[in-house]
């Protein structure tokens, strides 16, 4: 079945989601199941030259074109009073990408980039028509760009219930939209040939660690350090550390493999190499361990708005993890109590059968699905479409 605009051509779907790769990678997730619904459909991407977007999205084989950032200042400053004359002219390079590439609809994501491609959108007018909103919530409070699209977006999705967005109209939760390689992974079938790919052994339990795409310090530290009492109890170790880290364990003659790494570039095969990972609790993070069904121990960051101990409660809730602060995870609470997780098999289980029951595989199907929904179904003679009320 091939989507088609209004003027029979395929249709035009923008995803704006740049900057960290907590908004970058459901923006590509979505895109790809856009083109795995239909081929024919174009997807742009819309970022900024600051954000990781510029090497991720041209690695995930999908057009890129850039607008100048507004970062909204935490603080009142000189920035602040600059913000309307940078967001009118971002808003403005954001129309003329919509111009340019005909966009049918926009897919938001949240981020410095969404809010220029909100306001472009609603402004913008194709044939007599505005360009119509999907916006995804991938936090468990979302965030201003959000907020505001969220007024007068045609649909809104939602990671969780209870983000903050539904005081501005209906939302549906989905989930995080995840890739298609993790949408799609049989941990236990890929095991042998994940571990073979990083030499791991074959049949000793594997501790996965990583903190993020920069690495964490108290995770690096911590699991390091504890490599003698891991090593000891015939526990193997994948451990990212960031590109910026370094790490020394210092393992037992006879131990099973440590291996430390800059940054894992696959991700899929780093998660069904492990029985169990300790990793933060971004997102992003929680909907791959969730949707993979590894068990997990999150340590939200220790600063900020606590929005990763909100991101990881519900799936640890679910019996799918366990959620440690920042200041408990030292060596000694590693060398005591993941030995004795990895031990009880029975208890694994159980914890990744509830990790996997919280985890949504088809998020990004159903965002892909809701925008072209929105898409066809936005007339050019002023009805509303069908979804979400105005």
Known sequence: MTAENQTGAALSVVVAGGGTAGHIEP????????????????????GTARGLETTIVPDRGHDLRLIPPVPLPR??????????TRLVSSV?????????????????????VSLPAYLAAR????????????????????????????????????AVAGSGLE???????????????????????TRSQARNYFGLSAEAP?????GGSQGARTLNESVAGAAEALGTAGIGVLHAHGPKNTVSPDSPAGAPPYVAVGYLNRMDLAYAAADLVICRAGAMT???????????VYVPLPHGNGEQRLNARPVVEAGGGLLIDDAELTTDWVAENVPALLADRSALQRMSTAAAAFGHRDAAT?????????????????????????
């Open 27 to 46: 923006a590509m997730a979505v895109a790809d199941a856009l083109h795995r619904i239909d081929p024919t459909i174009r997807v742009t991407a819309l």
């Open 75 to 84: 603080k009142v400053g000189t920035d602040l009073f600059t913000v309307p």
């Open 92 to 112: 403005r390079s954001a129309a003329t990408v919509l111009r340019e590439v005909r966009a049918d609809v926009v897919i938001g994501f949240g981020g410095y």
């Open 123 to 158: 402004a913008h007018l194709r044939g007599g028509r505005r360009i119509p909103v999907v916006i995804h919530e991938a936090n468990a409070s979302a965030g201003i760009a959000n907020k505001v699209g969220a007024r007068f977006a045609d649909r809104v999705l939602a």
């Open 167 to 189: 005081a501005r109209g209906s939302v549906d939760v989905v989930g995080i939209p995840v890739r298609g390689s993790l949408a799609a992974l049989d941990r236990a079938a």
């Open 206 to 210: 594997t501790l996965l660690v990583f």
């Open 286 to 296: 929680v909907a791959e361990v969730s949707a993979s069904g590894l068990p997990a």
């Open 366 to 390: 159903a965002v892909a699905r809701a925008a072209i929904e929105v898409a066809e179904g936005h007339r050019p003679d002023g009805r509303r479409p069908r979804g979400r009320s105005r």
